[in-house]
């Protein structure tokens, strides 16, 4: 089973860098040009333990649809989100966050089953854990952006009427 280990230093609180990795909106915005969609269960404001979204979005030369649950949450240190329904066999993210002296490291391991067996596996080594590790990459990017500026009131602070 193929996992992708990050660990990315933001220079904000950990409970805003937390909150903010379980922001609908921002997670859409950081996948804004694979048109991804929460279009089933919690599709908007910070998802919870046991809720689940389900996701549209186009990856891959196709539209996919994948069902996640929280199945875990220790505020503000670590959530847990599995696959209920979609295109992998399976698939398992771990957000970990660990406050420390300037900021917050922020921790992915994200495990995942590719279907059809072999092939599969083949798929995966070659070319799938590579396309999921920027995506990754470009969620955790933008996390950055938010938590180190203003940015974060827009999505945490809904009566924040400012500007960047």
């Known amino acids: 089973m193929p996992i992708i ?3 990315t230093f933001i220079a904000a609180p950990i409970e805003r860098v937390f909150d903010l990795s379980r922001s609908i909106e921002l997670h859409k915005k950081s996948m804004a040009h694979h048109r991804e969609q929460a279009v089933a269960g919690t599709t908007m404001g910070l998802i919870n333990l046991n809720e689940t979204v389900t ?3 186009k990856h891959l ?3 996919r649809v994948l069902q996640v649950q929280i199945t875990a949450m220790e505020r503000p240190f670590s959530f847990t989100d599995e696959m209920k329904k979609g295109s992998f066999k399976s698939m398992k993210h771990e957000h970990h966050f660990k406050a420390i002296e300037n900021g917050t490291l922020m921790i992915d391991v994200f495990k995942y089953e590719a279907p059809f067996g072999g092939l599969g596996r083949f798929f995966s080594g070659l070319y799938l854990s ?7 990459e470009q969620r955790n990017l933008m996390i950055k ?3 180190e500026s203003n940015k974060w009131k827009h999505v945490l602070d809904p009566g924040f009427a400012g500007t960047n």
């Open 61 to 63: 030369m196709r539209t």
């Open 55 to 57: 996701w549209k979005a």
């Open 145 to 147: 952006e938010y938590a």
């Open 5 to 7: 280990h990050l660990t």
């Open 130 to 136: 590579a396309y999921l590790e920027k995506l990754l």
